[in-house]
């Protein structure tokens, strides 16, 4: 996974030995979690891109801010949903394939991209959502927490359309991620 933050890139690896190189497997306990009031995000473009594999209808794929200010990427019944609020009101979008469901056990690549206020949301090169964000708010700052394949209160979660974590695979990117195998990162186990 990739996510450009204005200057800022930050990106993810694997933190402990898994069966590909670059995938976390999550049983629906399971979360990254990165802490991010050491280094904020404020930014006024990002792009995030990741693929995942599942069989799970519903689950938080990753979030980061709170309140009114915040970025959550989740599958809901079986399409993708992203909702994105800088302050002023939500941008949500549904991505669904024309036939069956991004839940097939398949690879399935996200990208997400947001210049401003402009959002792009593209799932397989070939499924594509563009909007605007409400109102003039262009920025979009996080001192919270940012969360990969769920959180310990996903159902809590502003802008969260879906109440579990995520179960199955995430793919990250090429680039090597220092922000979950930091000081900073934390993996969650919870019971299963």
């Known amino acids: 996974m990739v996510l450009l933050a204005g200057n800022d890139i930050v990106t993810a690896t694997k933190c402990h030995s898994i069966r590909e190189e670059n995938v976390a497997t999550f049983r629906g306990s399971e979360y990254f979690c990165y802490d991010l009031s050491q280094n904020p995000i404020q930014s006024s473009s990002d792009e995030i891109t990741l693929s995942f594999k599942t069989w799970q209808r519903n689950g938080l794929l990753l979030h980061t801010g709170k ?3 915040y970025v959550n990427l989740a599958l809901k019944d079986g399409a993708v949903s992203l909702v994105i609020n800088l302050g002023s009101g939500a941008f949500e979008a549904i991505v669904e394939p024309v036939n069956g ?7 399935h690549d996200i990208k997400v991209t947001r210049n401003l206020r402009q959002v792009t949301i593209s799932v397989d090169g070939i499924l594509t959502t563009t909007g605007y964000t409400q109102e003039d708010y262009t920025m979009l700052g996080s001192d919270d927490f940012f969360y990969v394949g769920g959180s ?3 159902a809590d979660l502003p802008g969260s359309p879906v109440s579990n974590n995520f179960m199955e695979s995430v793919m990250f990117g090429e680039m090597a991620m220092q922000l979950f195998c930091s000081n900073r990162k934390s993996f969650h186990s919870g019971p299963e």
Do not use: E, I
């Open 67 to 69: 309140s009114a200010d």
């Open 101 to 107: 469901k991004f839940n097939d056990n398949a690879w």
């Open 152 to 154: 310990p209160s996903t």
